[in-house]
């Protein structure tokens, strides 16, 4: 009998998904780093999230609280929520890949903008769902293009709001529009995860819409603001119903110790937060205004971060620029994979790292 050497064959359609790759944090022979590639909290994490996070350590031998109450209540108390419905995750990328477990399948599609974040689509192909991307307007989603891509096979419409990599925004009252237009049993998903930089009067994040609504769900992360990128430590705001699936089907243990503590000494300081918020302003205006004056077109951002459009000219295209500003050890993050081949997103950093990548523009463009 001869044996087959061929092994075990994935489902169709996981072969044809491009992995997530993160934002480049290493440039052989560079003896310092400027990290300014993933959206990471400028000013590190809070004090007692870390003072937190230590005391931790004589317990690690023992199994997580598995539903994080503790951190469940301490959200539901710092921004006025219901504690049951909400659900911890492995970052808020766990909770958008158990929406489309759940509620996606194989021939069923989701809706995005064009250029919103990468894992929406990840999580909706591997559960053998079609992704569709509407088109927006000035870099910015565009419900009424979305809604023409929504069909008798649509499940889920993601948001990102504020959007990554854009970093523009949609009024509250577009998120309603949309909701409304939307059929009961398509779910909108509405992705917060820079809510906590946003300061404009007409921005909401979500959670009144999910209290309203039976298929509204908000995720947030504590990867930005608070520092915690390291923990993959993130959550959803549901409705009962879909809090009650989402708690069926994710890992009985799927949020560290570890990080269910940092996350409750991180929301412990709202200082820290306000702190955080304000340096942020403060830098993204300053970097934003630095880089006009180099005659570089920015999108208008809401986040931590600014996406640059470069000339599609030898030496200062996105792709030479990338090259040049890794060599002096400052890594950004190149946007191909979000179809803007001709931009380069920079994350909002410390002061140092800041005026490094705009000396080393001023020396490319200077010459220009």
């Given at each position: 009998?001869?044996?087959?050497?061929?092994?075990?064959?994935?489902?169709?359609?996981?072969?044809?998904?491009?992995?997530?790759?993160?934002?480049?944090?290493?440039?052989?022979?560079?003896?310092?780093?400027?990290?300014?590639?993933?959206?990471?909290?400028?000013?590190?994490?809070?004090?007692?999230?870390?003072?937190?996070?230590?005391?931790?350590a004589?317990?690690?031998?023992?199994?997580?609280d598995g539903?994080?109450?503790?951190?469940?209540?301490?959200?539901?108390?710092?921004?006025?929520?219901?504690?049951?419905?909400?659900?911890?995750?492995?970052?808020?990328?766990?909770?958008?890949?158990?929406?489309?477990?759940?509620?996606?399948?194989?021939?069923?599609?989701?809706?995005q903008s064009?250029?919103?974040f990468?894992?929406?689509?990840?999580?909706?192909?591997?559960?053998?769902a079609?992704?569709r991307?509407?088109?927006?307007?000035?870099l910015?989603?565009?419900?009424?293009?979305?809604?023409?891509?929504?069909?008798?096979?649509?499940?889920?419409?993601?948001?990102?709001?504020?959007?990554?990599p854009?970093?523009?925004?949609i009024?509250?009252?577009?998120?309603?529009?949309?909701?409304?237009?939307?059929?009961?049993?398509?779910?909108?998903?509405?992705d917060?995860?820079?809510?906590e930089?946003?300061?404009?009067?007409?921005?909401?994040?979500?959670?009144?819409?999910?209290?309203?609504?039976?298929?509204?769900?908000?995720?947030?992360?504590?990867?930005?603001?608070?520092?915690?990128?390291?923990?993959?430590?993130?959550?959803?705001?549901?409705?009962?119903?879909?809090?009650?699936?989402?708690?069926?089907?994710?890992?009985p243990?799927?949020?560290?110790?570890?990080?269910q503590?940092?996350?409750?000494?991180?929301?412990?300081?709202?200082?820290?937060?306000?702190?955080?918020?304000?340096?942020?302003?403060?830098?993204?205006?300053?970097?934003?205004?630095?880089?006009?004056?180099l005659?570089?077109?920015?999108?208008?951002?809401?986040?931590?971060?600014?996406?640059?459009?470069?000339?599609?000219?030898?030496?200062?295209?996105?792709?030479d620029?990338?090259?040049?500003?890794?060599?002096e050890?400052?890594?950004?993050?190149?946007?191909?994979?979000?179809?803007?081949?001709?931009?380069?997103r920079?994350?909002?950093?410390?002061?140092?790292?800041?005026?490094?990548?705009?000396?080393?523009?001023?020396?490319?463009?200077?010459?220009?």
């Open positions: 009998m001869t044996l087959s050497k061929q092994g075990p064959t994935p489902r169709p359609g996981i072969l044809d998904i491009d992995p997530y790759i993160p934002g480049a944090s290493k440039a052989p022979g560079v003896q310092k780093i400027y990290k300014l590639s993933s959206n990471e909290s400028a000013l590190g994490a809070s004090p007692k999230a870390i003072a937190a996070y230590q005391k931790i004589d317990d690690m031998f023992l199994y997580p539903g994080a109450n503790l951190l469940r209540d301490k959200i539901a108390d710092t921004y006025a929520l219901k504690a049951a419905q909400i659900v911890c995750g492995a970052g808020s990328d766990e909770i958008l890949q158990l929406l489309c477990k759940a509620y996606v399948g194989e021939g069923d599609n989701i809706v064009d250029h919103g990468l894992v929406y689509a990840l999580a909706a192909k591997s559960c053998g079609e992704p991307f509407a088109p927006e307007k000035n910015t989603t565009d419900i009424d293009t979305m809604l023409t891509l929504v069909d008798e096979k649509t499940r889920i419409v993601f948001i990102a709001n504020p959007n990554n854009t970093g523009s925004y009024p509250g009252a577009d998120l309603h529009r949309l909701r409304e237009a939307l059929r009961d049993d398509i779910i909108l998903v509405i917060a995860a820079y809510s930089y946003m300061e404009e009067p007409d921005y909401e994040d979500g959670a009144a819409m999910v209290e309203a609504h039976d298929n509204v769900v908000m995720t947030r992360t504590f990867s930005k603001i608070y520092g915690l990128a390291a923990l993959r430590l993130g959550w959803g705001y549901c409705p009962p119903a879909i809090a009650d699936v989402l708690n069926r089907i994710r890992g243990f799927n949020v560290t110790a570890a990080a503590a940092a996350g409750i000494g991180a929301l412990e300081d709202q200082g820290f937060v306000e702190r955080n918020r304000a340096f942020n302003r403060k830098e993204r205006e300053w970097l934003t205004q630095q880089l006009g004056g005659g570089l077109e920015t999108v208008p951002s809401f986040g931590n971060f600014v996406l640059i459009k470069f000339p599609d000219r030898p030496g200062i295209n996105a792709s620029i990338l090259a040049f500003l890794k060599s050890g400052v890594m950004v993050r190149e946007m191909s994979a979000y179809k803007l081949p001709d931009y380069l920079i994350s909002i950093g410390e002061e140092e790292g800041n005026r490094k990548v705009i000396d080393l523009l001023e020396r490319k463009f200077s010459r220009d």
